[in-house]
């Protein structure tokens, strides 16, 4: 079985959703990378070392520049008759190039995968995460998106991939890049931080937001993540938040302050290998998940533990 793995870059660096896809995809068969953009072969060397990497396709174009997916997905259906499965990550990217492959291919899509049952099952979760759901594809092509979290990362060295350019990659004239504002932070990126600090409604400002999680967070060397409720508060940017409308993420340490634990912010981060909450609610949902709990008025808790670490 050959996969095709859609690559996520910048046009200079490859970035690590990819890497969660390619172990993924090497359950099912040999794996095969496309690389689309413009002017990206530093970004198909550095996908050649990938461990696990059997060939990198790389479609260098002007009209691929911004990877719209108008002018993607047409390409990558053509390329799927030489494969049978196509994988991309589960990211606003990749949701966005998926579906319109699996309609030019006429496949249902199997979205968000947590494991790889077989060539033709796998799991996903429905229902907010409470729920895994078993799912068996019938489809001759299957178009597949992966949720990053649920996969170890292949390694960046080791690998010997052969690298093979694409043509045949055109512009639809059905969509055109205007303009991108890109959050730029020294802090660690949500979905790769290792430690992520988050907080909820109950910080009651975006002044004691800033108060009570930032010097936690820089001691710790930490991102920073809210709940839906502080965002729509206006506590802090919506980039911010975690959960099943936010950001999917799995970090070594998850420090929830002041967050009830609704189900869709449990979507988010209950992955996430030693979860901390802080809450002064003893009956809050977030002590169900949590590996260790502290029921404590947030405002006298955080700023001690800050004040030890």
Request: aromatic share 4%; net charge negative.
């Amino acid at each position: 079985m050959k996969t095709l793995v859609l690559v996520e870059h910048d046009n200079a660096n490859m970035k690590d959703a990819t890497l969660a896809v390619v172990t993924a995809a090497s359950q099912l068969g040999e794996v095969h990378a496309l690389v689309i953009g413009s002017g990206c072969a530093s970004v198909a060397e550095q996908v050649a070392k990938v461990a696990g990497v059997a060939t990198v396709h790389v479609a260098d174009d002007a009209s691929l520049a911004n990877q719209l997916a108008e002018n993607a997905a047409p390409l990558i259906a053509s390329l799927m008759e030489t494969h049978d499965a196509f994988l991309a990550p589960a990211t606003t990217t990749g949701k966005n190039i998926a579906p319109r492959v699996a309609a030019l291919l006429d496949v249902m899509q199997i979205s968000d995968i947590l494991s790889v049952e077989s060539e033709d099952t796998f799991t996903r979760p429905i229902y907010a995460g409470n729920a895994i759901a078993t799912v068996k594809s019938s489809d001759a092509k299957k178009v597949i998106t992966v949720r990053g979290t649920a996969f170890d990362k292949a390694a960046t060295e080791g690998g010997s991939g052969t690298i093979e350019a694409v043509g045949g990659a055109s512009d639809a004239g059905l969509s055109s890049f205007v303009s991108e504002e890109i959050a730029k932070s020294e802090r660690p990126e949500l979905t790769s931080a290792k430690i992520i600090v988050s907080g909820g409604r109950a910080l009651g400002s975006g002044e004691k937001f800033e108060e009570v999680i930032t010097p936690l967070a820089d001691k710790l060397g930490a991102g920073i993540g809210a709940s839906r409720a502080a965002v729509d508060a206006g506590y802090v940017p919506n980039d911010y938040q975690v959960g099943q409308t936010g950001k999917i993420v799995a970090p070594e340490v998850y420090i929830a302050i002041g967050i009830s634990g609704a189900i869709q912010h449990l979507a988010g981060m209950k992955d996430s290998k030693i979860i901390v909450a802080i809450n002064k609610d003893e009956d809050a949902p977030i002590f169900q998940v949590a590996d260790i709990g502290l029921v404590a008025d947030l405002f006298d808790a955080v700023p001690e533990l800050t004040s030890k670490v």
